[in-house]
């Protein structure tokens, strides 16, 4: 069993930076596939970033690339998202995924543990 417990959300102004960080335990974010997700009112929860357990390799949402950085922090056993020039449309609560299998798509349904969320509003 992985617990995922993100951190990091709060109010921003459009422009602003902001790094979410998702702590694991019970298991090395190494020896997991890892993913960011998030999901705005009455909408699906969308994937945004993910890494790849043995080699580290990124994928990001189309619409999110250049703009967000997701990267592993080994010594913290953290996987953290840096979200850089926020927009108002980056409103959502966000969300750590975890899978020990391996991953073949960019789909909720892939992954097995998830932590419970954290906000991110920003302001026009």
């Known amino acids: 069993q992985v617990q995922l417990v993100e951190s990091g959300g709060g109010l921003v102004q459009t422009g602003d930076s902001l790094r979410l960080s998702c702590a694991a335990s019970?298991?090395?974010?190494?020896?997991?596939?890892m993913a960011w997700f998030r999901q705005s009112p009455g909408m699906a929860r969308e994937f945004v970033a993910r890494i790849s357990r043995s080699s580290g390799i990124t994928l990001y949402a189309d619409s999110l690339k250049g703009r967000f950085t997701i990267s592993r922090d080994l010594a913290k056993n953290t996987v953290d998202l840096q979200m850089n020039s926020l927009r108002p449309e980056d409103t959502a609560v966000y969300y750590c995924?975890?899978?020990?299998?391996?991953?073949?798509?960019?789909?909720?349904?892939?992954?097995?543990?998830w932590g419970q969320g954290t906000q991110v509003t920003v302001s026009s």
């Open positions: 995924a975890a899978k020990s299998g391996a991953v073949r798509s960019i789909a909720t349904y892939e992954y097995d543990y």
């Open positions: 019970e298991r090395t974010v190494s020896n997991l596939n």
